[in-house]
Nanobody
């Protein structure tokens, strides 16, 4: 079992920044790829980014309002923590952000993730 706890969410003005953290406990965290997803009110949960087991690789969502170039995922296995640095935030980034652990690299669908955190709320005001 891997337990994941997100933190770092909050209220920020458009153009601002936040850094989310995903702290893990339990089984060896370094054996899993870790991804970030988000879910806005009334919408389905969507993939944001994922990082490889050792953190050397990162993959970002590529949809119309792309986070690539604004968000950076990283991990520190010595601290059992994965980060999501979010810059140039927009109101449409408002959502609950979840981290999740997977045995699969570059997994973009929820079913491929074995463990989930409870989420942290990010609200971006205009």
């Amino acid at each position: 079992q891997v337990q994941l706890v997100e933190s770092g969410g909050g209220l920020v003005q458009a153009g601002g920044s936040l850094r989310l953290s995903c702290a893990a406990s339990g089984r060896s965290f370094s054996g899993y790829a870790v991804g970030w997803f988000r879910q806005a009110p009334g919408k389905e949960r969507e993939f944001v980014a994922t990082t490889s087991w050792r953190g050397g690789l990162a993959y970002y969502a590529d949809y119309s309002d792309s986070v690539k170039g604004r968000f950076t995922i990283s991990r520190d296995n010595t601290k059992n923590t994965v980060y999501l640095q979010m810059n140039s935030l927009k109101p449409e980034d408002t959502a609950t952000y979840y981290c999740a652990a997977s045995n699969h690299w570059r997994a973009t669908t929820e079913v491929l993730y074995n463990y989930w955190g409870q989420g942290t709320q990010v609200t971006v005001s205009s």
